[in-house]
């Protein structure tokens, strides 16, 4: 009997599951960069003949295009036997995506759909609160004796916390 990674590695041979293992290449390139290299990239895919990384800082990716383009190109050539999928790659362009450009603080990235990982949005519910201005003064018209003894509760609450205010 076959072991998982067996298996898994030979779906990723199959045409149909091409990018699968273009996918795990990326990631194998990019886990084997120096890490002041590595930790600003957020991800890479391939288009054509050019290979693209998406950079979690805005200000870096000129640095990253001049500089560290090169140095990854001529690191994935050196290496063309452990990333075979890849090794056609002529070019390398870093790229700041529309998503975090989007939304300027950059809590909730979200990577193109195909390398989409989950991450739980957290929301902030802010509560605002206004003074009672109406001071438990109204006359009480209801004639249905559940809604009278409700508005009366509700009489009640202001008179009290218009009371608890003023102390």
Known sequence: ???SHT????????????KIGVFDEINKLIS????QIRKYIAFGFQRGENLYFALKNPVIIQEYNTYHSSHILHTLYAMKEFFPKISKTKKIIFYYPKALKE???????????????????????YIQSFPEQAKGEFLNQATHPKLYKLFEQI?????????????
Do not use: D, H, V, W
């Open 32 to 35: 084997s960069l120096p890490i």
């Open 7 to 18: 298996i898994i590695s030979l779906i990723k041979e199959k045409s149909q599951f091409q």
């Open 103 to 125: 939304n300027t603080q950059g809590k909730y990235f979200k990577a193109r759909k195909n390398y989409a990982i989950y991450s739980e949005k957290i929301e902030i519910i």
């Open 1 to 3: 009997m076959k072991s």
């Open 155 to 167: 009489r009640k609450a202001i008179l009290q916390k218009c009371q608890s205010s003023k102390l």
